[in-house]
């Protein structure tokens, strides 16, 4: 039986490290404290810890999406969470990484993103329009939200600095902001009930800014990468109506010259052991194989579909790397 040299390679380098009490140390670019990725990463981090032999993982606080794509391609963090807007641009070479593609393929889609536009109700903000001549933080930068946030405002007609005035602040912030009356409008491109927000709902009377259906519907056909989609009602302390709004998939990827071995061996004990991270975050609980093919829109890395196939799932021909 042949096996490839890097398997190999791989092997031996684990099990020379075990002997030597020495393991593998990954780092997972996540995002702020007060969304979504870090928690989630954090118990990514704890099962490849836990069930890849001679792994130790780590989930990092960074400025997301644009920020964990030039870590991964840099090779200072070995995977990382980031946006299907942003990773698809930054694979093709296109928006912030305009003519210089960056060398990234996919884990897989883990979970759906919901753009929040969010306020109080003292500002009295209740429909996007609103916006206007207001105070209005985008995310902050180098975050798959601030690039979302800009893409929906321009679309829709609003431009930072001529129809209101831009803030860029972490969720953390935002929620702060919003409090004392700093910002009038915060973004949130996250799964539904990230930290932030649930405390925003618990101290104030949030509200959510919805799109009308004709925003909705306009959003969605000129960017390719956001979908319809509706924030049910009761998500949120005090909000009591469905929201419509657009959402997005997020990735969790590795740089393209990844070790097929390593990147196989952390696909399987992720999804072996999928079910610990619906207790540590509801994100969690939509993580599959099977959303994994449905929602990715970058190619897999040979490691991710040798696991995918092994379980008997056909992944098609556009997730499989140009050879």
């Known amino acids: ?3 490839k040299h890097g398997v190999v390679v791989l092997a031996l380098l684990l ?3 075990i002997a030597f009490g020495q393991v593998k140390r990954i780092s997972l670019a996540t995002g702020g404290t007060g969304g979504v990725y870090y928690p989630l990463g954090g118990g990514i981090a704890q099962i490849w810890t836990d069930y890849v032999q001679g792994v130790e993982a780590s989930a990092e606080v960074t400025g997301a999406s644009v920020e964990n794509v030039r870590l991964v391609a840099g090779g200072e963090a070995q995977a990382a969470l980031g946006t299907s807007g942003v990773v698809v641009q930054a694979y093709k070479g296109e928006g912030k990484f305009k003519g210089k593609p960056q060398p990234i393929l996919a884990i897989g889609a883990m979970y759906p993103n919901a753009w929040q536009f969010v306020t109080v109700a003292e500002t009295g903000i209740k429909k996007i329009a609103d916006i206007k001549g207001k105070r209005v933080s985008t995310g902050a930068p180098g975050s798959g939200t601030a690039v979302m946030t800009r893409a929906i405002l321009e679309t829709l007609g609003f431009k930072p600095g001529k129809d ?4 860029r602040l972490s969720f953390a912030e935002q929620v702060s902001a919003l409090k004392d009356g700093t910002i009038d409008v915060g973004s949130w491109s996250v799964g539904l009930g990230p930290g932030s927000l649930v405390d925003l709902a618990t101290t104030r009377q949030m509200v959510l800014v919805c799109m009308t259906p004709e925003e909705q519907a306009k959003v969605s056909a000129e960017n390719p990468y956001y979908k319809p989609f509706t924030i049910p009602a009761g998500t949120y302390k005090g909000v009591d109506y469905d929201c419509l709004t657009v959402g997005t998939p997020n990735v ?4 393209a010259d990844e070790d ?3 990147v196989y061996q952390l696909t399987k004990a992720l999804f072996e052991h999928v079910d610990e991270l619906g207790q540590i975050h509801p994100a969690g609980k939509t993580i599959s194989p099977e959303y994994v093919l449905k929602a990715t829109l970058i ?3 040979p490691g991710a579909i040798k696991y995918y196939e092994e379980i008997g799932l056909t992944v098609p021909d556009h997730l499989k790397p140009a050879k």
């Open 1 to 3: 039986m042949k096996i």
């Open 164 to 167: 209101f005035k831009e803030f």
């Open 15 to 17: 099990a020379v490290g």
């Open 299 to 301: 190619p897999l890395h």
């Open 260 to 262: 097929a071995e390593l």
């Open 252 to 255: 969790l990827f590795v740089n």
